[in-house]
């Protein structure tokens, strides 16, 4: 039997990047939150900088859940499954994977959030791809802003404003929509590399800009500026300069002692009254099994867990899995493209040793809808993003440009000259969601507790394969003026499990084809919320954190001003 | 920022294997004008090879053979034998790797097994040229015998780049030899706008990440750690 605890008013699932910043307006507005973490807290020396740790063994001095569950994927659902990840690419601590990510923090561009009207609008109907579920959003960029800019705040965004209040800066970036103010803080500085490639940028006509991240580019608050070490990349911050969850919007929702954080809890089930209403949560925790009753729950994990979390609670009056009476938990799902990147070679130093994933430069000449499409086999496009970071490990993995063997004296010759001489791109690029991806239950693989995990079903389409190959020549041209004597487009990959997974609990208002509605709460069930990328029905060409945060802060937002008819 | 270096080398208190290397070998191998010293795999400078913790003797041996070809000692200095990367897979194999320890030993016996069929002797045994030859068949996936013989060439290459290139903390990359024959700087807590300049080129600092008091202490995980990452997730 469950031991049963005492009722709060909400329950949120998950204390990561998106949970960690729904809590805050909750708590801030009185409610009383329990929130319930996988993993444990971690602290700055638990950070070390150690590539082989944080790069290659998947974090082993953090309690990772995640690790015991990881997504199947196969390409169509008449293939087999592909080989299996042996690490999960998101973690479990409070704050999530807020702790290693690289903190690239862009808001959407105005076009995502409307790919179908604006599409249709200036290249017809008959542009959308084939077989694509995409909608527009439910609001636009218009409506998201004073939460981006409340978020960009909590957490602390380094960065140029390019358009405020419709005035262009060229400073930042110009195609970005308009906010109302500049960052809080400046942007992180500039790298030898960088100033490099931004140059060679402007040689082309095209505009480069530094691209905005959660990490300080001074002192913010009581929290010191980044020094640039160059562990940032899969690695947590030794000084807390970046601005995970764990040091900004937890710490903060703890103060004012109405948030109780419950580590290492794994939950098993959201519960259903028999009126079809959520009435809290079961989960495990050191081997006993609790329920924590709510008037309200909050799902709030990564993608997978909270498709995987909805469809493990069946009940009588949701057979399917919990608000999937209409069949769309698990649909409209997709992973960024981010595979089909480019590799240079420079015929000089970089010295790009330090630094972090986040201290680069973008151009967005290519992305969106920024550049007519008339002429083009496809809609969308892709975020160009350079960046300083490099470390031993993966330099001496690098591809040798054909020059050289793989190994022996050859090779050793080779990576002796050219360890830091080579770069590698970071490509973002438009993917739609399309009818035949999709997530469920795999029917044969569970995790140790004899739970199906989360199936991706999913492949890349001809549209994202386009935008690839045009993305990836631009990249070409970049290196090429910058100086570059050698480059290799990579692979554009499979769609196995991403760090940048969308969809699954599509937001929307049509109750036929989406899960939660445009504020983030369930179509079926009016006291469960849903938060994360899981909610967004458009990835964009760039990071979808500060995104999925900004409409985190909205829900929280609106579970408080709505708390009558969220509960009634 | 509270971290101060540590004046002794940690790591070489807890690498027993390092710890019985003389002093002298810990000095660089490369010349400080940047002038590798020449010398063929069986130079003087090589630590002795201590007993596996992992693998039996042999398999040790073949594993030791296998990275010495991969990453050779040669003109541009010291290879995978110098920084021990096989000493760091054999230990790791026992502990964060430790899921892979039977693919070494059948990937290890069905070498040995194919340089007996097409070459009479062990693989260890056999010249650099025997060696090199059977590496690039297995790499290829034309090892008759040895079936899905290039995956196994593809962990071993990527272990041994592993060892050569790690932390020393893990126990390979002894003396920075990785680090060193690419330049890498090493481990800094912070780094200068003027670090960062096209042109500079940082002193290397060879400090290992737990060389810095702040990464060098003993709460629980990192203790499960220094034990070869034997917990969640491995």
Known sequence: ?568 | MNQRLIARREWLKRVGAAAAIPPRMLLPIVTPSGEPIPGPAQSPIAPAVSAPETLTAGEAETLGAIAARLIPTDGNGPGATEARAAQYIDRALGGALSSFRDTYRAGLAALDQYAQSTKGNSFARLSTADQDALLRDIERNEAAGFSQSAAFFNLVLAHTIQGTFCDPHYGGNVNFAGWDLIGYPGVRLAVSAGEQGLNARPAPTHMSAYDYRMFSGSRPARAALDQGGRHHGD
């Open chain 1, 1 to 568: 039997m469950a031991t049963e605890l005492k009722k709060t008013d909400v329950v949120i699932v998950g204390l990561g990047a998106v949970g960690g910043v729904a809590v805050l307006p909750i708590v801030e507005a009185g409610l009383n939150v329990v929130g319930l973490e996988a993993g444990t807290w971690l602290r700055a020396d638990d950070f070390a900088p150690d590539e082989l740790r944080n790069n290659y063994r998947g974090w082993p001095q953090a309690v990772q859940k995640a690790n015991r569950e990881i997504p199947t994927h196969r390409p169509n659902a008449s293939s087999p499954n592909s080989p299996r990840l042996a690490i999960h690419p998101m973690m479990n601590a409070v704050g999530g994977t807020s702790l290693h990510y690289w903190a690239q923090s862009w808001r959407l561009s105005p076009w995502d959030f409307k790919v179908m009207s604006e599409t249709t609008r200036r290249y017809g109907a008959s542009r959308i791809p084939k077989g694509s579920t995409v909608e527009d959003w439910p609001f636009g960029l218009e409506e998201l802003e004073p939460y981006y800019d409340r978020v960009e705040r909590e957490i602390g965004v380094s960065g140029k404003a390019g358009n405020i209040d419709g005035r262009i800066d060229r400073g930042g970036n110009i195609f970005e929509g308009p906010r109302k103010r500049e960052y809080p803080m400046p942007p992180l500085r500039g790298s030898g590399f960088t100033e490099m490639m931004t140059n060679a940028a402007r040689g082309l006509g095209w505009h480069a800009f530094p691209g905005p991240a959660a990490v300080n580019s001074r002192n913010y608050g009581n929290r010191t500026a980044c020094v640039y070490h160059g562990f940032c990349n899969r690695g947590g911050c030794h000084v807390n300069a970046k601005g995970s969850t764990a040091v900004t919007t937890i710490p903060k929702a703890l103060s004012t002692k109405r948030l109780d954080v419950v580590t290492e809890a794994h939950v098993i089930r959201i519960d259903v009254n028999d009126k079809g209403r959520v009435s809290g949560v079961s989960y495990l925790k050191s081997g006993t099994e609790y329920f924590q009753p709510a008037d309200v729950v909050l799902l709030a994990g990564y993608t997978y867990e909270n498709v995987r979390l909805l469809l493990l609670s069946k009940s009588k009056a949701f057979p399917n899995g919990l608000s999937n009476n209409h069949g769309q938990v698990g649909r409209h799902y997709f992973s960024h493209n981010t595979g089909a990147s480019v590799s240079a070679l420079f015929p000089r130093s970089l010295n790009s040793w330090y630094g972090l994933p986040a201290q680069g430069v973008a151009v967005d000449n290519w992305a969106d809808d920024n550049f007519d499409h008339a002429g083009l086999d496809f809609i969308g496009g892709g975020n160009l993003w350079i960046y300083s970071d490099r470390r031993p490990i993966g330099a001496a993995s690098m591809s040798t440009f054909g020059r050289a063997p793989r190994w022996g004296t050859a090779w050793k010759t080779f990576i002796k000259e050219n360890a830091d001489r080579a770069n590698t791109a970071y490509l973002q690029k438009t993917t739609l969601p399309y009818e035949d991806n999709y997530l469920d239950l795999d029917p044969n693989v569970t995790d140790p507790l004899g739970y199906p995990v989360c199936r991706i079903t999913a492949e890349f389409k001809e549209n994202d394969r386009a935008v690839g190959a045009f993305i990836q020549d631009k990249m070409v041209e970049w290196y090429r003026a910058a100086g570059a004597v050698a480059t290799d487009k990579l692979p554009l990959g499979t769609m196995g499990p991403s760090t940048h997974a969308y969809g699954g609990t599509r937001m929307g208002n049509n109750t036929e084809t989406n899960v939660v509605n445009r504020w983030g709460f369930s179509h079926e069930v009016p006291n469960l919320g849903v938060v994360g990328a899981s909610v967004m029905g458009t990835s964009g060409a760039r990071n979808p954190t500060l995104t999925a945060q900004a409409l985190a802060w909205r829900t929280g937002d609106y579970l408080t001003r709505s708390w009558k008819e969220i509960t009634a």
